[in-house]
């Protein structure tokens, strides 16, 4: 069983653009916010370090720590009181995952998008110190967002392990073998369109996840804006890439990120004129008000 407690290498090696952010949380926060994304890490390469189906294993991992008060990961929920059933909710997604995935709708990417990390954005809310629940959709729109900013920079990578994550009502019957085959025009187009709307989707969700940045006291809120601003850099930069596709995955540079940075810091000092009405484009999820 790895190590979860205060492990910033884990943020730091695997989640830059909120390692980034994190620099502007208070340390204590900084810590929380590690370990969970150090729990959130050590199932995604449970689920992502084999070859093979392991989703028994998955499941297993889980059902130990929610049957044991004693389990370190256990005792982490407790203290931050979280509930267990959203990191089940992960966990769904990520057996998910095991198989070969196909999504077919707008719907259903969604509720992918929900489970790897909208969930996450709920578990973070105590760690951030929010206790308002009407932040609750905000949280969940803003890890929605990020995972589609993932799956617009990953469509190659994701293609070469027979994962397919763009709908399939917006690229019809395209294989995980055509994505691989990057210089078929069809391909292109393809992807080239459903690059579009899923930047163009996720603009929308982190426009409902800053809406809610309201309710996050103002010592963390920084940091998570600043995190979330560089995240979504990342699809502006595939957006002024104007959607090409090719096998190197979209990243950005220390420049790119302080220069987000430096433009997002005057912006901060006006989200509740900036960011006002909440979008509703989507279902409320089962464990989305525990």
């Known amino acids: 069983m790895k190590e979860f407690h205060n492990n910033l290498n884990s943020l730091r090696t695997?989640?830059?653009s909120f390692y980034w952010g994190s620099f502007f949380l208070p340390n204590q926060n900084k810590l929380a916010a590690a370990e969970l994304y150090s729990i959130c890490r050590y199932f995604d390469d449970l689920a992502d370090d084999s070859e093979n189906d392991v989703s028994e294993e998955i499941k297993k991992e889980y059902n130990e720590?929610?049957?044991?008060?004693?389990?370190?990961i256990n005792k982490f929920f407790k203290k931050h009181d979280i509930n267990l059933?959203?990191?089940?909710d992960l966990v769904n997604g990520l057996i998910k995952d095991q198989a070969s995935v196909r999504i077919n709708t707008k719907i259903e990417l969604i509720e992918y998008s929900y489970k790897v990390a909208g969930t996450v954005g709920?578990?973070?809310?105590p760690i951030i110190l929010v206790d308002n629940p009407n932040a609750r959709k905000h949280?969940?729109?803003?890890g929605i967002a990020m995972q589609l900013t993932n799956i617009a920079r990953d469509v190659y990578e994701d293609a070469r392990m027979d994962r397919v994550y763009l709908p399939k009502e917006w690229v019809g019957e395209t294989s995980a073998e055509n994505l691989?085959?990057?210089?078929?025009?069809?391909?292109?187009n393809n992807v080239k369109n459903a690059l579009k709307k899923i930047i163009k989707l996720s603009e929308i969700f982190y426009k409902n996840g800053f809406v809610g940045l309201k309710y996050i006291p103002f010592k963390t809120r920084l940091g998570i804006y600043i995190a979330a601003q560089v995240y979504k850099g990342?699809?502006?930069?595939?957006?002024?890439?104007?959607?090409?596709y090719n096998s190197r995955r979209v990243f950005l540079s220390h420049y790119n990120k302080l220069l987000i940075t430096l433009i997002s810091l005057p912006k901060f000092l006006l989200i509740k004129y900036i960011y006002k009405d909440y979008s509703k484009i989507r279902d409320t999820f089962k464990n989305e008000n525990l």
């Open 139 to 142: 949280a969940i729109d803003l």
């Open 65 to 72: 720590i929610i049957s044991n008060d004693s389990h370190e």
């Open 122 to 125: 709920l578990m973070m809310l």
């Open 180 to 188: 691989k085959d990057i210089n078929n025009i069809r391909t292109q």
């Open 85 to 88: 059933s959203i990191l089940g």
């Open 234 to 244: 990342i699809g502006d930069k595939i957006k002024n890439n104007e959607y090409r």
């Open 14 to 16: 695997h989640g830059k």
